[in-house]
């Protein structure tokens, strides 16, 4: 489904991602963790073409892209679906125009059908009650689910999401975890960069810790948070534990 | 008369009786509507201007920063007086015949040249107003898939629109105050028919000072439909 093949990545001299190989099959939900810096978000944001690697190829769904190719970009991008630590929400729209924004942009859909459309994602999301509303009215937790279901409607073969809790209070974590639970339950295929130890070990296949840029080790939720092999990834989860 | 008046005071109140239906004429006829033509036209030299600043193409974004440079770098009087007085003489310059002049009427010249100077200043603010805009709201409509050109139209715009709309509305009551220039490449608008009477009745003061108070009427009004527009704009952002 997914497929990274020695990517490399420099921003100003700074080598960042210094060449990492990974494949995610259908239907897995893997997670990416390691300190702030490791490169993770980076090569989250490179599956679909919000960053581009300076050395290596992307595959999604069998589609690639070039550096240089706009559209090439656009291709990939429609593969998968992002949601974004701060939500990025679209401040000028209603929650259901929100969803209903890429229905109409891109896939040209006529008002109507994509209003019943955004409705249903909004339901499952469990916020039709605030469809009207802007999302400065709206918490955290609630602008999150409905970033998550903006980018359902598009359809995605894959979902990303870049630390989709970090920038919420505590006690609104678990709504948003909550509906991602529900969608590794019906097998949608994730990447997911998280500070939620143990939301990532419930909901993943598998975890990838990265580390100073490289895959510093790899494996089922159990066997890395209980059998670390790393004094890299023991030292991170000490840290966590401490924290 | 109610009054007591001098007969300086009288002959004063007088020219003003006789300056006021000519400059309302012109305040009606030329400055509001070359107001409002030239700042429709402007915005939208103003957005083409914009968008190029903020292109990829380096040959967009010099043209676009040359035009600015020299629209914001030279008087718009010595802008106004090129495009009025020298543009006829081109007809003549280029085809080497003395009888070939382009001429363009005032208000055509006028337009021109507002339109140009709006289109400079107000490019900046909406360029401003794009660049305040943050990046996620960007990638977010990537991430759905939207390419370049439905991002600005459906996503950056609007929002770049609504946090430009105080500048833009002080380029517009700087744009009405302009218009005062105009009569010097012969517009018949309300500061020429003004200094028309004035010249004639020698009361400078009360005739300037009625022409200073019909410009801040025109321009209070215009405020308060701004500060209604802007509650309007404001709606819904704020919880």
Not at chain 2, 154 to 180: C, E, H, M, W, Y
Request: glycine fraction near 6%; include cysteine.
């Amino acid at each position: 489904m997914i497929e990274l093949q020695n990517i490399k990545k420099t921003f100003n001299d700074k080598k960042v991602i210094k060449g990492i190989d990974l494949k995610v099959n259908q239907g897995e939900v893997v997670t990416f963790i390691g300190r702030s810096g490791s490169g993770k978000t980076t090569l989250l944001r490179m599956i679909n073409a919000l960053e581009l690697p300076t050395e290596g190829a992307v595959y999604v769904n069998s589609e690639t892209y070039d550096n240089k190719d706009k559209k090439s970009q656009i291709k990939v991008r429609r593969q998968s679906g992002m949601v974004f630590q701060s939500y990025n929400l679209f401040p000028h729209k209603t929650e259901l125009e929100n969803v209903m924004e890429g229905l109409i942009t891109v896939k040209k859909m006529k008002k109507a059908k994509a209003q019943q459309q955004a409705l249903v994602l909004l339901e499952k999301v469990d916020l039709t009650a605030v469809k009207d509303q802007r999302p400065n009215a709206l918490s955290g937790g609630q602008q999150q689910r409905v970033a998550i279901a903006r980018a359902l409607a598009m359809n995605p073969k894959v979902m990303l999401f870049d630390e989709p809790t970090s920038a919420l209070d505590p006690e609104l974590v678990n709504d948003v975890l909550r509906v991602i639970k529900d969608l590794a339950n019906e097998g949608m295929t994730m990447i997911i960069v998280t500070h939620e130890m143990r939301f990532a070990k419930e909901v993943s296949n598998k975890i990838v810790f990265i580390h100073d840029g490289v895959v510093g080790e790899s494996g089922a939720p159990e066997q890395i948070f209980n059998h670390p092999q790393t004094t890299e990834l023991q030292r991170f989860l000490n840290m966590l534990r401490e924290a | 008369m109610f009054l007591n008046l001098n007969s300086e005071q009288q002959h004063a109140l007088d020219a003003a009786g006789q300056a006021f239906m000519p400059m309302l004429e012109g305040l009606v006829k030329f400055s509001i509507p070359i107001t409002l033509v030239t700042f429709v036209l402007g915005l939208v030299i103003a957005l083409a201007a914009a968008l190029m600043r903020i292109s990829t193409s380096r040959i967009l974004r010099g043209i676009a920063r040359f035009y600015i440079s020299i629209i914001r770098g030279t008087p718009m009087i010595v802008q106004l007086f090129i495009i009025f007085y020298g543009i006829p003489e081109l007809g003549r310059l280029l085809t080497n015949n003395s009888e070939n002049q382009w001429t363009l009427a005032p208000v055509i010249a006028a337009i021109i040249g507002l339109s140009l100077n709006v289109g400079a200043y107000a490019s900046e603010i909406i360029r401003g107003g794009i660049m305040s805009i943050p990046k996620g709201q960007t990638e977010a409509a990537y991430s759905i898939g939207m390419n370049y050109r439905q991002t600005i139209q459906r996503i950056i715009l609007p929002q770049a629109i609504r946090v430009s709309v105080p500048a833009l509305g002080n380029t517009f009551l700087s744009l009405i105050k302009d218009t005062s220039l105009l009569g010097f490449i012969l517009v018949a608008e309300m500061f020429r028919k003004a200094q028309e009477v004035a010249s004639t009745t020698y009361e400078y003061l009360t005739i300037y000072l009625l022409v200073a108070l019909m410009y801040w009427v025109v321009c209070f009004i215009i405020s308060i439909v701004q500060n209604f527009y802007e509650s309007y704009l404001e709606r819904g952002y704020r919880s």
